[in-house]
């Protein structure tokens, strides 16, 4: 027992239920043990009862948990804005980290983060699962060793409609500062739809525990919800090496369209359509294919790479450095322009069973966001009827005043 690695899981709401089920059902892994979880609100989760059952102690807040044990790895599946602060205290008393994405709402805390983790020499995974799948990693190692040549351009295109429900599941949903005034940047970019953004950046890295780096980027913000934050964006960002990113992401459409990317380099095309495939698949110009397989399969692998990186003092493959140029860009999009609400006599509306909206919707936009992505345009360059100019940002500028 006293050679188990100790984990400790901070959040079992929401996302932190699957932890939960992972860390406790995982039957091929005897070296660890659950000792302990930390969550405010921990007697509303869905899986309290088999942590009861089970005693393993319930704890309020991580310096509470920190006053009378020690863990060697923290799993962080807490709300946003606590990312940071919890990575940090993690750090300080000696645990090895896994947070979730994003990494946090700010550049300026996530360079706070990078010098906790730096000063603890602890390893610090954050969890974009795609990151830490084989297919992704496969890819990434091919890409480093030239064999698609120079990257020419990348695009990525999500339209992922989001009802009522998911804007009021919580109460920081689609918001950009909280109650107390922390910042939040609550997205369709920094959260949902963040897992698709980061990868053109993270597969473009130099190193496997590196990404590109923004230069440039111009965007388009808008908002058909009730939300303080936007639902739609489409941005073409510019990276370190004049490497061309267009991204498209939705939550305020009727039609659903997964995860569609097309990375053109020199010697060939990687390509992925989840609505077709759940396989990426390259395509090089004299012929050959590769393909790279589901990056969605084993969405936990990350614990158990993180839990080996605790125990071995490992480099995580996705670590804070690779997850900062996605903060980075979020952070340059929302400073960019201001959002623009889509005009009135577009907006639409599902109902529930009852007769109750349940859901808005923008007529036109799924179909002008696919135009975009064919085309390797902005919505203002097609030419849409509400759409408006983007706004610039140069990363250089982003001193961390206004933000």
Known sequence: MDNLISVLLVGIGGYGQYYVRELLGNSERDDYQLSGV???????????????????????????????NNADYVCIASPIQFHARQTIT?????????CEKPLTPTVQEGREML????GAGRPVGIGYQWSFSSAIQTLKKDIIKGIFGKPLRLKTVVIW?????YYNRNSWAGRIKDSSGKWIMDSVASNATAHYLHNMFYVLGRKIEESAR???????LYRANNIENYDTVASRI?????????????????????????YEFEEGTVYFDQNKDQRIIASFKDGREKIYGDPFAKPFKKIWIMLDAAK????????????LSHVMVVNGIQESTEIADFPA???????????????VYVKGLSETLLKAYNEWKLPYELGADWAEKAGKFEFDNLTGEKL
């Open 90 to 98: 993690a750090l300080e008393n000696g645990a090895a980290v896994l």
């Open 161 to 165: 409609p989001r009802d009522y429900a």
């Open 238 to 262: 510019y990276t370190e090496d004049n490497v061309e990113l267009l991204y498209l992401a939705t939550h305020a459409s009727r039609q659903k369209v997964e995860p569609v990317f097309s």
């Open 214 to 220: 923004p230069l440039s980027l111009e965007a388009e």
């Open 115 to 118: 010098k906790a983790r730096e």
């Open 312 to 323: 071995e003092q490992k480099t995580a493959p996705c670590g804070i450095k690779a997850a």
């Open 38 to 68: 930390v969550d405010p609100y921990a007697d509303v989760s869905p899986v309290i009862k088999g942590i009861r059952e089970r005693e393993i102690p319930v704890y309020k807040s991580l310096e509470g948990f920190f006053q009378d």
């Open 345 to 359: 006599a577009l907006i639409r509306f599902l109902k529930d069973e009852q007769g109750n909206d349940r859901a």
